[in-house]
Structures are given as C-alpha cells and as structure tokens.
C-alpha cells in the first residue's frame, strides 16, 4: 500500500468508527443549581436531535408522551447512550437533571 492509499483507509476508518454524538458541540456547562431555561436548552443543546423542542421525533426519539419512567430518563441524560446520545451527566447537576424531566413531562402539543 503507498503512503496516499494508507492515509485514504486511516481516513475512512476514523470516519466510520466517529460516533455522530461525538460531532456535537459540548453541552454548556451551567453552574450547580442555577435555575436552566430548560426551553432554551433544549433548542440549543437538544434541539439538534429532539425536534420542536422534544416534541417531534429527530435523530433521537420523540420525548413527548414517553412512555418511559423518570429512572430511564434521568440514566438517558446522565449517561447517554453509546454512538447515539452524548452523556450530560458532567453538565448539569441531579437538580438540573430532574428540571430536564419535568420539562419533558410536561410537554403538549402546540395549540392551533
Ligand atoms: C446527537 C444527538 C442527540 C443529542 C444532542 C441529544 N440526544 Fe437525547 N437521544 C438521542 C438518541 C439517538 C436517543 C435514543 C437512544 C436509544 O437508542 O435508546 C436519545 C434518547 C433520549 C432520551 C430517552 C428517550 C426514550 O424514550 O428513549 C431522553 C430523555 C433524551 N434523549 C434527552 C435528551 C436531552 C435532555 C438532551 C439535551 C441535554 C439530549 N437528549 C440530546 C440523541 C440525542
């Protein structure tokens, strides 16, 4: 193999085995129990794979309705999920975590 072709298939093989997860800009990191503007959040830190703010399907699933309990979410968000989720765990405190969680019970449909 010349060096050209080396460089090709290191290329490629990199390229294949980067989880898209690990493309993402890294969660801002906010101080321990500073109240989050959860909606703000989520349109910047999850928006880019849980459309409409959660409530429609994207790269990731729809969070609204999930019929999931808080434990899988709150362990979702805190430790992500190999090559599809990114772990947030180091950027928000249990407290914001549980804030994340109500957000996502509560969110509706947009009326009209
Ligand atoms: C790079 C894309 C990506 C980003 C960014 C992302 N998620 Fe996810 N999320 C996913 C994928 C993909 C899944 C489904 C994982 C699986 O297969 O179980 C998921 C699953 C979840 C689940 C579990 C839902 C269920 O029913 O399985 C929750 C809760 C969740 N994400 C919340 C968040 C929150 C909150 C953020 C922002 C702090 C976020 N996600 C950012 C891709 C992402």
């Known amino acids: 193999m010349?060096?050209?072709?080396?460089?090709?298939?290191v290329f490629a093989a990199l390229a294949w085995t980067m989880p898209?997860?690990?493309?993402?800009?890294?969660?801002?990191?906010?101080?321990?129990?500073?109240?989050?503007?959860?909606?703000?959040?989520?349109?910047?830190?999850?928006?880019?794979?849980?459309s409409d703010g959660g409530r429609a399907a994207g790269r990731g699933p729809q969070l609204m309705?999930?019929?999931?309990?808080?434990?899988?979410?709150?362990n979702r968000i805190k430790n992500g999920k190999n090559g599809a989720m990114p772990a947030?765990?180091?950027?928000?405190?249990?407290?914001?975590?549980?804030e994340i969680i109500k957000y996502i019970r509560a969110l509706k449909p947009h009326q009209g």
């Open 2 to 9: 010349n060096g050209t072709a080396l460089q090709a298939a």
């Open 20 to 50: 898209a997860a690990a493309q993402q800009p890294a969660a801002p990191s906010a101080p321990d129990n500073e109240p989050l503007n959860v909606g703000q959040l989520f349109a910047s830190t999850c928006g880019f794979c849980h």
């Open 65 to 74: 309705d999930s019929p999931r309990d808080d434990e899988f979410l709150r």
């Open 88 to 98: 947030f765990g180091a950027s928000f405190s249990d407290a914001q975590v549980n």
